[in-house]
């Protein structure tokens, strides 16, 4: 079958012949409709993810929407390694029914940047009652607006959202949320900018897709002050992206100040179980647009431009 090949950690994909794979038993080989190329496919394919394999050649890909032989469009992922979803035929685990009348390019896109942020929503709404106010770091990006979306879409009444393009901050707050540049920011004028934004009530969920300076800002933000109880339902603060830096320094006065949880939402901390149990929601609100996930196609035969793709929309790998 064709496939997208990486041969060696950091090149790019090109277009080869690869084996077909094998599907388990009682399952069948699914036929690519688009494969969204996600930072965390980049990654794995690179070496530099702590899920990389390492063994090369590989297909990359970690998810699609797929044709079954019966025509049904799926939303299916977890090849086995060295295939991967960028290719004509898959063999994967699961298989999830798309919405009638979705558009399968937006769901290959957005499903994984739209679930990173959803399962963290859905489980704090749940775990609190309401979400209040959500803080979302890294916010320009398609995983951070899809989650400042979500945000509103289970109930949010306020979304402080960070980032540094100004014409995607625009956008933000024409949805809503309240907006603060990182562009030329110090830590200690985000810091302040971030406290003028809570306007004395801290976020209930934190969600980072930048880490390093950006969230060391963030915690001298959310640090409670003077003697009083608190009694917020304290600050989940979740880890999801890294493109700011690998290390935050934590305050310990943070965490004795106020109720203040940090977790990570990735594979591995978030069980494929979980994943699975919020896509059909995700998918839900693709298909009838109040989540946006705007894409860029590119035919399997032109991977290496939808690898090298960068911008406000998701490149996905569609066949020939
Ligand atoms: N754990 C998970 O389940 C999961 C799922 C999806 C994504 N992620 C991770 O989350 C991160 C964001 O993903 P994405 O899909 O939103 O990526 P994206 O669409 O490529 O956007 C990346 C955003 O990061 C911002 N950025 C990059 N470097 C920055 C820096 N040094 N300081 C401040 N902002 C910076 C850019 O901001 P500007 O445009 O404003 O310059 C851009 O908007 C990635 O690390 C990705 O791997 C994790």
Not at 35 to 49: C, D, K, L, Q
Not at 132 to 145: E, H, I
Not at 256 to 271: D, E, H, K, L, P
Request: aromatic residues 6%; glycine residues 10%.
């Amino acid at each position: 079958m064709r496939a997208a090949v990486v041969t060696a950690p950091e090149s790019p994909p090109v277009c080869a012949d690869f084996p077909d794979p094998e599907p388990p038993p009682g399952l069948e080989a699914l036929h690519l409709v688009g494969a969204g190329v996600h930072n965390v496919v980049r990654g794995v394919a690179a070496g530099r993810h702590y899920r990389s394999t390492n063994v090369y050649p590989l297909v990359p890909g970690i998810d699609a929407v797929a044709r079954t032989g019966d025509g049904r469009l799926v939303y299916t992922g977890f090849a086995q390694a060295p295939w991967g979803t960028m290719a004509e035929r898959m063999a994967t685990p699961f298989a999830l029914d798309l919405p009638a009348g979705a558009d399968p390019l937006a769901i290959a896109a957005g499903i994984n940047p739209g679930t990173s942020g959803w399962v963290a929503l859905a489980d704090r709404r749940e775990e609190v009652g309401a979400l209040d106010t959500v803080l979302v770091l890294g916010a320009t990006g398609v995983s951070g607006s899809m989650a400042v979306q979500s945000a509103f879409a289970l109930g949010a009444e306020r979304v402080v959202a960070a980032g540094r393009d100004p014409e995607a901050l625009d956008r933000l707050r024409s949805l809503g949320a309240t907006t603060v540049s990182l562009a030329d920011a110090t830590p200690e004028a985000l810091a302040a900018a971030l406290r003028t934004a809570f306007a004395g009530t801290p976020p209930t969920l934190v969600l980072d897709y930048l880490w390093g300076w950006v969230a060391v800002a963030a915690f001298a933000a959310l640090g409670g002050t003077g003697m009083h109880d608190d009694n917020t339902p304290g600050v989940a603060y979740v880890q999801v992206g890294s493109l700011a830096g690998d290390h935050a320094a934590l305050p310990a006065a943070l965490l004795r100040s106020r109720r203040f949880r940090v977790t990570g939402s990735g594979i591995g901390a978030v069980t494929k179980e979980q994943m699975l149990a919020v896509i059909p929601a995700v998918m839900l609100h693709l298909a009838d647009g109040r989540l946006h996930a705007p894409y860029t196609a590119y035919p399997l035969s032109r991977v290496g431009d939808a690898w090298a793709h960068r911008g406000r929309t998701r490149a996905v790998v569609v066949p020939d």
